[in-house]
């Protein structure tokens, strides 16, 4: 823990041991001061023996109870001994004595950071903020509460003001070149990255963060060049080299790609980004057997993920396996993936759309609406990939308006939604069978209606 509120450093160097003895024999001349027992819990701070300070905080509370720098100090003390709880009562009674006591309302924003209560943490941090905006501690531990409650521009707009107060603080630009590159923002995320580069950062972070803002921009050979800078400062980086693989096969250097993949499993024999993007080089070069056996080792190493991260990994680990197995006309173990997945985590309404997917390919459109009514059931609203696949299922049922008007009402919501599922029109659908779905229509009279199916259909042609 940071002691912020101590004492600054002594200039000179000082006996400790003489100290203490010095405050005792003034403590037995002067039994009734509280502000030598509150003095020695200094000098035993400065020992790096909390728990004797505890004792002399609590005297001089004893003596003088209004004294709130004993009272702070004690909460300090306990904190370094590791009772947070007990630090945590002391801070908040220093509150009820000073409600404009900085240090108070910072340290109960760090505990409650620490327990991963993000707004209590907020609603402290904020208050230490107005009574001095100034301080770029605070400012940096706003931005992870910030972060940690999901308010990620808040995040940046607090490293923006570590910034103004200094703008050589080297964390605030890794952590702010980050957020931006989260949040899509990724000229800001380059120029802030760069500018850190150019004042001597020797991290990877940054050229990590400019490397993959590049990438997002679709401009590969400056996110290649940046990122192998990153990677000469920390060649065991093994993220890096995930990466840096990923932008080779984006300039379709795929065999230089796959090289780099299987360096970073000598690194890391079962890293999941490896071998998925192994499996998906595999796929590409027509070797479904290699790509699923691939998928099959990364869906093991998710066990090594964060439990938070792993059922996303994982459902779209079998996503992909589906589209293969479903593309190579193996029906049954598709279906199985759907299935599988679905019982790890049966409230994804996705996973039942997969199943539904699946059992529309083979002629199993009753099971298919049963798929979809549970994918219903466990949407906690309108899920727009579930009306897409009941869209799919009147139109694979020949109902073509009616598929139709759902895919329409889609598209006024989400104009990039064709693009979002090729992969599963492709999967469903043959272009001549759209093709005369759109000359159905257009002979009914629904231009609009055809309009809108022919937009699904020129991506699938493309």
Same mark, same amino acid.
């Given at each position: 823990m940071h002691q912020s509120g101590m004492p600054g450093e002594q200039e000179q160097e000082v006996d400790l041991d003489k100290l203490v003895d010095q405050y005792k024999k003034a403590i037995r001349s002067r039994p009734?001061?509280?502000?030598?027992?509150?003095?020695?819990?200094l000098v035993y701070m400065q020992k790096g023996q909390p728990d004797k300070?505890?004792?002399?905080?609590?005297?001089?509370?004893?003596?003088?109870p209004d004294m709130i720098n004993a009272r702070h100090f004690l909460a300090v003390a306990h904190a370094e001994n590791g009772n947070l709880e007990a630090a945590e009562r002391e801070w908040k009674k220093v509150i009820s004595e000073d409600s404009n006591h900085l240090m108070a309302h910072y340290f109960l924003g760090w505990i409650n950071t620490a327990r991963g209560q993000w707004e209590e943490a907020v609603?402290?941090?904020?208050?230490?903020?107005?009574?001095?905006?100034?301080?770029?501690? +605070?400012?940096?531990?706003?931005?992870?509460?910030?972060? #940690? !409650?999901?308010? $990620?521009?808040?995040? /940046?707009?607090?490293?923006?003001?570590?910034?103004?107060?200094?703008p050589s603080?080297?964390?605030?630009?890794?952590?702010?070149?980050a957020a931006l590159y989260d949040q899509g923002m990724y000229d800001e995320? +380059?120029?802030?990255?760069?500018?850190?580069?150019?004042? #001597? !950062?020797?991290? $990877?972070?940054?050229? /990590?963060?400019?490397?993959?803002a590049y990438l997002a921009k679709n401009e590969p050979e400056k996110a290649e060049d940046v990122m192998r800078q990153a990677l000469e400062l920390a060649p065991d980086d093994v993220d890096a080299r995930v990466n840096l693989g990923e932008i080779l096969a984006r300039q379709g250097k795929l065999e230089e790609a796959c090289e780099t993949w299987k360096q970073v499993?000598?690194?890391?024999?079962?890293?999941?980004?490896?071998?998925f993007n192994l499996g998906q080089a595999a796929r590409v070069k027509g070797d479904i057997d290699e790509a699923l056996n691939l998928w099959d080792r990364a869906l093991n190493a998710t066990d090594n993920l964060p439990e938070e991260m792993r059922p996303g990994y994982q459902e779209h680990l079998r996503a992909n396996k589906t589209l293969?197995?479903?593309?190579?006309?193996?029906?049954?173990?598709?279906?199985?993936?759907?299935?599988t997945s679905a019982e790890a985590n049966p409230n994804s309404a996705m996973n039942w759309n997969r199943a539904a997917l699946v059992c529309m390919k083979i002629g199993k459109t009753a099971d298919a609406r049963e798929y979809l009514e549970r994918a219903e059931e466990v949407a906690e609203e309108e899920h727009l990939g579930t009306e897409f696949m009941k869209g799919c299922l009147y139109i694979v049922e020949g109902d073509f308006a009616s598929g139709v008007q759902i895919w329409g009402?889609?598209?006024?919501?989400?104009?990039?939604?064709?693009?979002?599922?090729?992969?599963?029109?492709?999967?469903?659908?043959?272009?001549d069978y759209l093709e005369e779905a759109v000359e159905e229509l257009e002979e009914d009279g629904l231009k609009d209606d055809a309009d809108v199916l022919r937009e699904f259909l020129i991506l699938q042609n493309e």
């Open positions: 009734e001061d509280g502000g030598l027992q509150h003095d020695l819990g300070a505890v004792k002399s905080f609590k005297k001089a509370l004893n003596l003088q609603e402290y941090l904020e208050r230490a903020r107005e009574i001095d905006p100034e301080q770029s501690r +605070i400012h940096h531990a706003l931005a992870e509460a910030y972060v #940690g !409650s999901n308010r $990620p521009l808040d995040a /940046v707009q607090s490293w923006r003001k570590v910034l103004e107060i200094d603080d080297l964390r605030a630009r890794h952590n702010v070149s995320a +380059i120029r802030i990255g760069e500018e850190t580069i150019e004042m #001597g !950062s020797d991290s $990877p972070i940054p050229r /990590v963060n400019v490397a993959l499993l000598k690194m890391d024999k079962e890293n999941p980004d490896a071998l293969v197995l479903l593309g190579a006309e193996r029906y049954d173990e598709a279906l199985d993936e759907c299935l009402e889609i598209l006024e919501k989400e104009p990039d939604a064709p693009a979002v599922v090729q992969a599963q029109v492709s999967a469903l659908f043959d272009s």
